[in-house]
C-alpha cells in the first residue's frame, strides 16, 4: 500500500508493558510446566463481582429476553441511572458532581487516551514513574512528553516546577500508578492552584481512590477550583471488580473551558460520533456496585486486598528492604536487591521464586531499580510468596 500511516507507532518498543510481562511470564511457564507461578504482575483483580452486582446483570439479561424490556443501542454519555449512580457515589462523600457531567465508558484506561480528541498538542507532563498507557496515547498523537521526577526524596508525590510551561497539560494519578503513592490535600490543592494560574489542565487519574485512608482526597473535586481546571476519570475496575466487565467514567464540569471551547459539550458530541455507549447489562451492573449495599461488598473485598498487602509490607519492613504503597494503593513498589536493574530483578524472581512482579523500569526511568507488587492476588498466594522471597532476598 501506499497511504501514509501514523509514523508514530514505529517509535514503540514492540510490547506494552504487561503483554511484555505476560509473555516473559508464558515463556517460562512453557519451559517449566510444574512449575506454580504466583503472577503479582498486572492488577488483575481476584475477587469476584459482589452477588448485588451478579442479580442485577441476571435481571438485565432477562429484560434483554423479552421484547416489552430490551433495550438497543445505550445513550452514548451513559444511562441516567447509571449517571445518577456516580454522582450520588461522589455526593456520599460530599462532593457535588452533577450527573450531567458523568460520562459513562467503558473504563479509564480508555479515557485517558481518548481525552486526547478534545486538545490539540500541547505539551504533556506526567509523574516518573507513571501508568504506561497515559505516555503511549500521547506518543500515538504526535505529542511531546515531559516527565516530573518521583524520587523516594520526594515520596513519588512529585509537585509542580517552573519548567512546566503555561498551556500545558498534566496527568496525575492519586493513588499513584505504580509507586502507590498519594497526594494529601495541601499537595493536591497547590497542583489545582498551579493549573489555574497556569491555564494548564489536570487529567486526574482516581482509578485507586477506593484504596484511600484518612483524610487524603479521593476525587480532585475535594479541591477548592479543581472544577476550572481538572477532568477526572475512574472506574470500577479496582474498585468493584469490573477489570472484565468494564464499566468507567470521565467527569467533565461544566466550567471547563479553553479557546472558546466548552468541554462538557465538546465531549458529549464526541461521544455521540465516536461511541454508542457500554452495554444496559453492564450498566446496570455499575448501579449495582454503586449503590450502598453494593459498594459495602466492594469495600469489604479492598479490605482482603489491603490485608495482602499489609502481610507483604510487614515482610519487606522485617527484612529492611524499602517500599512504598500498600496502604493508601493496592500496589507495593520495592527496591530491588542489591541495585538489581528492574528488568534483570524481574528474571531474578521469576527463576528463583516463580514470582511474578512488574519491573519498575517499565513506568519510566525513575522506576530503574524498583519492582512493583500488586496485592490483588489470593491470600494464600501471599504467604506462600512471601515464603519463597525468604529464601532469596
Ligand atoms: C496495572 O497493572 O497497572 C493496571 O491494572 C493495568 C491497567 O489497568 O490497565
Known sequence: MKINVNENFKTFKDNYLFVECANKIAAYQKDNPKAKIIKLSIGDVTRPLPSVVIDALKKAVEEQAQAETFRGYAPESGYDFTRVAVANYYARRGTNVD????????????????V?????????YVPDP????????????????????????????????????????????????????????????????????????????????????????????EIEGARTCALEICSLSKTAGFTGTRCGWMIVPKELEANG?????AWSRRQATR??????????????ALSEEGMKVCMENIEYYKANAAKMS???????????????????????KDNTPSWDFFDYLL????????????????GEGFFR??????????DEAIARLERIL
Request: net charge negative.
Open 99 to 114: 450527573s450531567s457531567e458523568v460520562f459513562i465508558s467503558d473504563g479509564a484506561k480508555s479515557d485517558c487516551g481518548n
Open 116 to 124: 486526547l480528541d478534545l486538545l490539540g498538542h500541547n505539551q504533556i
Open 130 to 221: 507513571v501508568y504506561p498507557a497515559y505516555v503511549d496515547a500521547n506518543i500515538m498523537q504526535g505529542n511531546h512528553v515531559f516527565y516530573i521526577p518521583g524520587t523516594l526524596e520526594n515520596e513519588f508525590a512529585p509537585m509542580p516546577t517552573s519548567d512546566i510551561e503555561c498551556g500545558s497539560v498534566i496527568y496525575i494519578c492519586s493513588p499513584n500508578n505504580p509507586t502507590g503513592s498519594v497526594y494529601n490535600r495541601e499537595q493536591l490543592t497547590e497542583w489545582v492552584n498551579f493549573a489555574n494560574e497556569h491555564g494548564c489542565l489536570i487529567i486526574f487519574d482516581s482509578a485507586y481512590e477506593a484504596f484511600v485512608t484518612g483524610e487524603n482526597p479521593r476525587s480532585i473535586y
Open 261 to 265: 471551547l466548552n468541554f462538557n459539550k
Open 275 to 288: 461511541f454508542n455507549g457500554v452495554p444496559y447489562i453492564i450498566q446496570r451492573a455499575a448501579q449495582a
Open 314 to 336: 510487614e515482610f519487606l519492613t522485617r527484612k529492611g528492604i524499602k517500599f512504598t504503597g500498600g496502604i493508601n494503593s493496592p500496589y507495593i513498589w520495592m527496591q530491588t
Open 351 to 366: 527463576n528463583e521464586a516463580q514470582i511474578a512482579g512488574t519491573p519498575g523500569v517499565g513506568f519510566g526511568a525513575q
Open 373 to 382: 507488587i500488586t496485592s490483588f492476588g489470593k491470600a494464600e498466594d501471599y
